[in-house]
């Protein structure tokens, strides 16, 4: 027992907070280095290098018969990966998914997942084998090309990484978080990395733009569309950071008599099928997108995603912007290029560091191979050196053997062989001593010979090295080039700009209204354009009465202009039915309970609008500019101590001229080119006033005269052709109106 005690290291007194950060940091760089960050020269993970050799070693070659999965992921946890089966069941699952991976590295056999998102059968249902991808990868690993590290318990031996000339970290991409970092690579073109890297064997000093010749973009299982600029995707790469924009790829299908429904073919990457089809159909169900009627999900092996119209007057390409905007239809898939190097440190690279450093690997797997060549032809020759002697000297070779009792010690002796020629004599088959062998082992011997001096040549040669890494590349990019069906590019690169901003009427069923304020303030909206005659537009609180009526659409928005110069906005599909007295709409925005409201009216995009304060001043602005955002409205006439905004009018495109008339019944009239147009101000003197302030503003087309109400329920009108004696300069006092204009100084009733 005492001897146990002593085995436990003491207890040490630390501060908590420094054992913690001890311990956390070693969590964080075993993660970092060991779990979560692919490695520069492979791409893999630990948990994908340990599949596919723990596949390799169990001999699942392409054309070799498929195995459990639940016996690789045995042997895997078992003997390199001491972690949970699920975890690394999902991984070689993610290995197999033609989804997923560019390139597949595992052909599995059964149900591995699909696009809509479904899981996996479990391990035990499944079957696989290796792929042709990964056998690339991996070729090389019995030619001494890489260093071999024992596994975790020091059983067996893995390889510290794949020497294979497959560029398999951007082929195939990668994504793992990490502490404090994260990686983020989409897939890429095989034979496009393979030009970038031809050329950077050529010129390795060539600026990271000079790639983007030959890499155009990501290239992803599922194609899609990457929207992105040449200028931001060449930033990208340079950097190592970024982002694209990967739409779905889609057409429209005449359907006859003018009808038509868009099909989606092709989803953005890593997204699932079927949440993507629920978003769309929520849109239905919310009746946010109104112009969008029905979507159908027609795939079989290949995607078919039908999205039906409203109608055959909606604008195509305004649909398919809306669903950019509002589903996962447009993603942004980041890039991150933060990988371990040779060294195992993590960094983020641009492109160009990424090949280059796949290349200095490649270049030393190169030499490797060469090297472990020139060693193995060594012990060959040597061999075949000894076996030559002996038929050189067999009757004496078979003497010794005959009659020495260490018949190895005399032959060494007497034929300078060594040991390892006199043991491979003595072990020689007595089939083997023909004449026709001794000219094969000669022939064996000089095509070693040679092999040998040329292997010599390459590893003293950088340029022997490159042609021969060139040439092999070239090898290479046939067997994945653009012309094979897994090396044809699938993802297109067609710059766009970012998804317009989605219309008022899209979002919005237009139907038309009667809009209907009351005296008090009571707003409401009846469907339909009604007469003012009708009853229940008439309907008003016992001592209230009509303010403000007027027809309007439900994809309007209203502007509520208040004495106080502040302008408030409503959505006319928000406001309350028609039924009943409405609500006041005080609660609608935040509007000061004293606030007198001077006018409310449906906003006309690029409409002009006249305002006029009591004191004289005024100017011309816009109804977008008059727009607001938030409740609290926005202040568009700034007005002076005790003004008020009194005029609030729509400027028609035929108004050239304005009439202003002040309450001392004095009128003066202009060109509204005096008047400037502002988004927000004081404004300018509209007339001169010794006594009172301004009674009324308009706007009219000079030409036709000036028009006023008579008064009364007639409706009739009085016109002033000859306007010739109120025309002055703005800011004038002005002279008595015509004969007949109204008592109450306004221009209209």
């Not at 950097?239 to 990967?246: E, I, M, N």
């Not at 208040?562 to 409405?582: E, N, W």
């Amino acid at each position: 027992m005492a001897s146990q005690m002593n085995d436990i290291d003491p207890i040490q007194d630390t501060p908590f907070g420094d054992a913690l950060s001890q311990r956390y940091l070693v969590y964080a760089l075993s993660t970092i280095t060991a779990r979560s960050l692919p490695d520069v020269r492979d791409g893999l993970k630990p948990v994908h290098r340990r599949l596919l050799w723990a596949m390799r070693l169990l001999r699942l070659d392409p054309a070799a018969g498929y195995k459990k999965c639940a016996r690789v992921v045995g042997d895997v946890i078992g003997k390199y990966h001491p972690h949970g089966d699920q975890s690394v069941y999902d991984a070689m699952v993610r290995l197999a998914q033609t989804f997923s991976l560019r390139y597949p590295l595992v052909d599995g056999q059964g149900n591995f997942g699909n696009v809509d998102g479904d899981n996996a059968a479990a391990m035990r249902y499944t079957e696989a084998r290796l792929t042709q991808a990964a056998n690339d990868l991996m070729a090389g690993l019995d030619e001494g090309t890489v260093e071999f590290r024992p596994t975790y318990n020091g059983e067996e031996e893995e390889p510290e990484v794949f020497p294979g000339l497959f560029p398999n970290l951007l082929a195939n991409g990668a994504s793992g978080i990490a502490v404090g970092m994260a990686t983020s690579i989409p897939p890429h073109n095989l034979a496009e990395i393979l030009d970038a890297a031809i050329h950077l064997i050529d010129n390795p000093h060539a600026e990271p733009s000079a790639l983007m010749d030959f890499v155009s973009g990501p290239d992803f299982p599922t194609g899609g569309v990457v929207v992105d600029s040449a200028a931001a995707i060449a930033t990208a790469y340079e950097t190592g950071r970024g982002a694209f924009r990967v739409r779905g790829r889609w057409t429209t299908e005449d359907q006859g008599r003018g009808t038509w429904v868009a099909v989606v073919s092709e989803i953005p990457y890593q997204v699932p099928k079927s949440k993507l089809i629920e978003q769309i159909a929520a849109l239905i169900a919310e009746k946010k997108l109104p112009i969008l009627a029905d979507v159908r999900d027609e795939s079989d092996a290949e995607v078919r995603i039908v999205i039906e119209p409203r109608s055959r007057t909606v604008d195509a390409a305004l649909l398919m912007e809306s669903l950019f905007r509002l589903t996962d239809l447009e993603v942004r898939v980041p890039l991150n290029m933060n990988v371990l190097d040779a060294r195992h440190t993590p960094r983020v690279m641009g492109l160009k560091e990424v090949l280059s450093a796949w290349l200095a690997h490649q270049f030393e797997v190169l030499v490797r191979r060469a090297q472990h060549r020139i060693a193995k032809i060594d012990d060959r020759v040597e061999l075949l050196e000894g076996y030559l002697v002996a038929y050189l000297n067999l009757d004496r070779v078979i003497q010794i053997i005959r009659e020495e009792d260490e018949p190895k010690a005399v032959m060494m002796a007497e034929f300078r062989l060594t040991d390892r020629q006199a043991e491979a004599i003595l072990n020689m088959r007595l089939r083997s001593l023909r004449k026709l062998e001794e000219m094969q082992i000669r022939g064996e011997r000089e095509a070693l010979i040679k092999e040998r001096e040329e292997l010599a040549k390459l590893v003293e040669s950088t340029a022997r090295q490159r042609t021969r890494l060139k040439k092999d590349l070239t090898a290479l990019q046939a067997r994945y080039g653009p012309a094979t069906p897994l090396g044809r590019r699938r993802t297109s690169i067609e710059e766009a700009g970012p998804a317009r901003e989605i219309p008022l009427h899209a979002m919005i069923e237009r139907e038309p209204i009667t809009v209907i304020m009351s005296q008090r303030g009571w707003i409401r909206a009846m469907k339909g354009h009604v007469d003012l005659s009708s009853p229940e537009a008439m309907k008003f609180k016992e001592g209230d009465g009509p303010a403000f009526f007027f027809h309007a659409q439900t994809t309007d928005r209203l502007l509520l202009a208040a004495a106080s110069g502040r302008f408030y906005t409503l959505a006319a599909d928000k406001l309350p039915g028609g039924r009943g007295f409405g609500e006041p709409v005080r609660l609608m925005v935040d509007i000061d309970g004293e606030a007198q409201i001077v006018a409310l009216f449906a906003a006309v995009p690029a409409a002009k609008i006249l305002l006029a304060s009591s004191d004289g001043r005024g100017f011309v602005t816009s109804a977008d500019a008059a727009v607001a955002e938030t409740r609290k409205g926005k202040q568009v006439m700034n007005l002076r101590p005790g003004a008020t905004l009194t005029v609030v009018r729509p400027v028609r495109p035929a108004d050239d001229y304005v009439a202003v008339i002040g309450e001392n019944r004095k009128m003066v009239v202009y060109p509204l080119t005096e008047l400037p147009e502002m988004g927000r101000g004081q404004g300018v003197q509209l007339q001169r006033y010794r006594d009172g302030g301004l009674a009324d503003a308009v706007t009219f087309p000079f030409a036709q005269g000036l028009s006023w109400s008579m008064g009364g329920d007639s409706g009739r009108t009085r016109t002033e052709s000859d306007l010739s004696a109120w025309r002055t300069a703005r800011g004038a006092a002005g002279r008595m109106p015509p004969v007949g204009f109204p008592r109450s100084n306004r221009f209209l009733g």
